[in-house]
């Protein structure tokens, strides 16, 4: 392992230079590609889910920012749609890639810390089997974009601190502008690293003019986002209001702290503990200790404002997790006192060195089952592993709703369906019609959900919908007539947010649709 790490200012006074970093463990590379071949393997199975049916209708939007996100997940998959195709699989690639980045640079956070082959293959495996990861890079959304840029600034960070090369403040300012124009929250990175090192007698790292200038490179990236939501009334400050209220309370406080010891999965809790205590305590680790206090600070506002997104702080676990596989080679090694003060045969540390990656690979592999999408779609309706992994759920069935909603529509009477339109509750709902609903005779959805409301209300001559997914009670405030015409099924007898859901057919709107449309309105 490397000597303790240095800053130029210490090296000046004539502190010890700066060990030359272990070699990059050609074992780490390999795991990172199997994440990618993994998650590729897996791309095609079930189908769409609801976010990606809904990006893939912001796609033909185009625009610097949506309501619930800014623009670059949307437009990375207009360019897969326009360079490779729009199938399931094709939407898939970019994120496995960028998990497969994530694992590498997972491996190298842990050398630029000063971990050696050991260590480095165990960070990468626990980063590979993470149920954050798999779960995030099965996706075609932000969250596999946004671990790969928390991953990247925190590497820059360390070894800024590392080797005291203010230059690097250009780069995280780049990663970070790029980052926010996919989502907003590595600024909880940003702001917890800058309270971590003001915390820890590091504010003189603060005052380069290196670091501001990344700070100006960061907002001129993201600017146009801030000009689209200030041109806009600031939608996703609404939404992310709204979600707090629907999502708050007692019982996503309780489950708070538990979920935070699943999201790199059970066997890995352990390693990332041992990191996390080790950043904050060694003497080894000083140097980087602004990323314990940051996580300490995030953990605790994560938990007290949203407790229903305890992935926020996802990017900070591999921090902690890289600190945590030298701790453990320490252990493995035996070289804590508390084991022994004899040095071990070679033969012993690498059978311990074994065990240890037996146990994680072992557990990894069982966790992959619920992670993603292995067992058949079927098979959710007698194990419901939805009910741990949400997202299994909602890549099935779709395909079968939108036929049924078909049919609710092909049986109006032929005078009835040129002024008839379909009106979902959600964006899931609606980016199915228009994905699927050609094919049934369909034309495009309409919904007063989250962006779906700025593309557009219903023709002024339409006089009935099929609505999808609301309550009668609600649909009678808004128009004349509403009577049932069935419940959505996927098909599979699976338990999910669309299963049993009713279709009515509502006819004689109360109002002028353009009156009407602003009360649709809803973002969450």
Partial sequence: ????????????????????????????????????????VVGARYGFHRDELYFLEASKHMAWGYVDQPPLSVALIWLTRHAIGESVFAVRILPAIASGATVLFTALLTRELGGGRFPQILAAL????????????????PTAYDLFAWLVVSLLVVRILRTGNERLWLAVGLVTGIALLNKETILFLVGGLFLG??????????????LWGGAAIALAIWSPNLVWEFANGWPTIEMSRNLHAEHSGLSYSIQYVPLQLLILGFATAPVWLAGAWALWREERFRPYRAFAVAFAILFAMVGLLMADRPYYLGGLFFVMLAAGSIVTEDVVHRRRRFFSEKP?????VWRSERAAIEFVVIAGIVGLFVSLPIVPASTLATVPLQ????????????????????????????????????????YGEAGAVDLYGPAVGLARAFSGHNSFWWWGRPPGDTTTVVAVGYDASYLRRYFTTVRPAGHLENGLGVADDEEDQPLDVATGPRAPWSVLWPEFRHYG
């Fill in 344 to 348: 071990p045969k070679r033969r012993r």
């Fill in 387 to 426: 009910n741990i992994n949400y997202n299994l759920g909602e890549m099935i069935g779709w395909p079968h709703m939108v036929a049924e909603i078909g049919a609710v529509y092909r049986s109006l009477p032929a005078a009835e369906r040129p002024h008839a339109v379909i009106f979902t509750s959600n």
């Fill in 126 to 141: 626990c980063a590979g089997f993470a149920p954050l990861t798999l779960a995030g890079g099965h996706l075609a959304g």
């Fill in 1 to 40: 392992m490397s000597q303790p790490a240095t800053t130029r200012s210490e090296r000046e006074r004539g502190a010890t230079p700066l060990a030359p970093l272990p070699a990059l463990a050609g074992g780490a590379v390999g795991i990172a590609a199997g994440t990618t071949v993994l998650l590729l």
């Fill in 197 to 210: 090192l003001v915390f820890t007698r590091r504010a003189r790292v603060l005052a380069s003019p290196w």
